[in-house]
């Protein structure tokens, strides 16, 4: 009997090993051929070099970029995320740079050099829309919308505060039936909900889950790209000592 349960226990633990190690094997599966030049192109040159720590290409491929692909980048910030998708999206697509409103009020540093950047024949398939944050509309509907960093802002004083469950009908609404909702934000500890998105600029991905799913979304699956498990979730994101290295989630939902 004690032979069988140490067989049984050695079983186990080599599954364990092998469901720990699928996502590891995901992260070097060759890029697509839209992404994988979409990340070589000399346009984005300056930006190229945080591919190492932002994962941008990879995460392109999880969201499932295609060719043709309409997208909207919700809080575009420095164009990192637009760029990528303006190539891999290539002349037949086209990416939405959503500014709302109140964002660019308070936290609009980055709105006249973004506009500068697409305005470049590069990107002649970039449009920006400047639009209330409870009002997300596009002219036509789109295959991806996707937010880094940005969700939970919406909760908090300066963006109205606009309601979460505002913002997911709108993307439901603005989304294509099977469309993706990709959402990246910086982890807060488990079972504080909205508690820290207005001081430490984090939030609790159970609640973010719970939101979209209540909103009609299918949750079909995460990421650990940006997972950073050093990160104890008590430390504003702008702390010296994790900026740029916080613990994120990435969460995709479909829109059925």
């Not at 599954?15 to 070097?28: C, E, F, R, Y």
């Not at 051929?33 to 994962?55: F, L, V």
């Not at 508690?195 to 979209?212: G, N, S």
Request: glycine share 8%; proline share 9%; aromatic share 8%.
């Amino acid at each position: 009997m004690l032979t069988r349960r140490i067989c049984l226990a050695a079983s186990l633990m080599s599954l364990s090993a092998a469901s720990v190690a699928v996502p590891a094997l995901a992260q070097t599966a060759p890029l697509p051929d839209n992404i994988a030049a979409a990340a070589a192109d000399p346009a984005r040159s300056t930006q190229a070099a945080s591919d190492a720590k932002r994962h941008g290409p990879e995460i392109l491929a999880f969201a499932g970029v295609r060719p043709g692909a309409k997208v909207i980048d919700l809080i575009p910030g420095g164009g990192y995320w637009t760029q990528l998708f303006a190539k891999a999206v290539g002349p037949k697509g086209h990416v939405f740079g959503i500014w709302p409103d109140e964002y660019t009020k308070v936290d609009g540093e980055e709105v006249a050099p973004y506009d500068a950047l697409i305005k470049a024949p590069a990107y002649a398939n970039v449009s920006v829309l400047h639009q209330p944050a409870a009002a997300l509309a596009v002219p036509e509907p789109v295959d991806l919308i996707f937010t880094a960093q940005n969700y939970h802002d919406y909760p908090d004083p300066f963006m109205g505060p606009t309601a979460p469950a505002v913002l997911n009908k709108a993307a439901f609404a603005a989304l294509k039936h099977g469309g993706i909702y990709l959402i990246i934000d910086h982890v807060a500890a488990a079972g504080s909900g909205a508690r820290d998105t207005d001081t430490l600029h984090r939030i609790d991905p159970a609640m973010v889950k719970a939101e979209v799913i209540a909103a009609g979304f299918a949750f079909i699956g995460e990421s650990p790209l940006l997972a950073n498990p050093a990160d104890d979730h008590t430390a504003k994101v702008f702390d010296a000592a994790i900026r740029g290295k916080t613990d994120q989630f990435i969460y995709k939902f479909r829109k059925p």
